[in-house]
T-cell receptor
Framework: KAGVTQTPRYLIKTRGQQVTLSCSPI?????VSWYQQTPGQGLQFLFE???????NKGNFPGRFSGRQFSNSRSEMNVSTLELGDSALYLC?????????????FGPGTRLTVL | TQLLEQSPQFLSIQEGENLTVYCNSS?????LQWYRQEPGEGPVLLVT?????EVKKLKRLTFQFGDARKDSSLHITAAQPGDTGLYLC????????FGAGTRLTVKP
């Protein structure tokens, strides 16, 4: 069974640009969560999607948004990039929402904002 | 302020030594997870503890959940270089909260 895949793995953008990251969950998993990981703040929850609906949202500005498609694939978008948005963005999937004890992470997308 | 405080932040030991890392909080969690993350990869789930006082063993790793479900520890016996990585604890409190991690280096 293939794991969680994220594309692209690495991305370099400049301030003010926008970026879209993609996540394909494990086959059969319907819940997708996104996290931001930085050396200073550690791993922070961005949002969770299930059945194409955002179920939960962390404490991030509105520049961070996401969506989920009918095949459970998810995308997150960051608009008007800032230097501080440089981070590893991780996606995790589980069968159903609220099943954090069976949550599997992808390898992440390393975003660098110059 | 981290909801989950992990200690120590960094740990460097020799192969064969034992170690314990801690995860503490003032909040009660319904469950707590431990992950290991290697450079360039996402965290990999090691264990989930659910019951207060629960002890789980995974080969040389022993996980304990505090009686009050506010803290946890991870003990590694006879550490090996392959144990090197970032160890993260996480708990469910409305949304998933992660500790800052303990970065373990095991030298051969």
């Amino acid at each position: 069974k293939a794991g969680v895949t994220q594309t692209p793995r690495y991305l370099i953008k400049t301030r003010g640009q926008q970026v879209t990251l993609s996540c394909s969950p494990i086959s059969g998993h319907r819940s997708v969560s996104w996290y931001q990981q930085t050396p200073g703040q550690g791993l922070q929850f961005l949002f969770e999607y299930f059945s194409e609906t955002q179920r939960n949202k962390g404490n991030f500005p509105g520049r961070f948004s996401g969506r989920q498609f009918s095949n459970s694939r998810s995308e997150m978008n960051v608009s008007t990039l800032e230097l501080g948005d440089s981070a590893l963005y991780l996606c995790a999937s589980s069968l159903l929402p609220g099943q954090e004890w069976e949550q599997f992470f992808g390898p992440g997308t390393r975003l660098t904002v110059l | 302020t981290q909801l989950l405080e992990q200690s120590p932040q960094f740990l460097s030991i020799q192969e064969g030594e034992n170690l314990t890392v801690y995860c503490n909080s003032s909040s009660v969690f319904s469950s707590l997870q431990w992950y290991r993350q290697e450079p360039g990869e996402g965290p990999v789930l090691l264990v989930t503890v659910v019951t207060g006082g629960e002890v789980k063993k995974l080969k040389r790793l022993t996980f304990q959940f505090g009686d009050a479900r506010k803290d946890s520890s991870l003990h590694i016996t006879a550490a090996q270089p392959g144990d090197t990585g970032l160890y993260l604890c996480a708990g469910d409190s409305h949304d998933m909260r992660f500790g800052a991690g303990t970065r373990l280096t095991v030298k051969p």
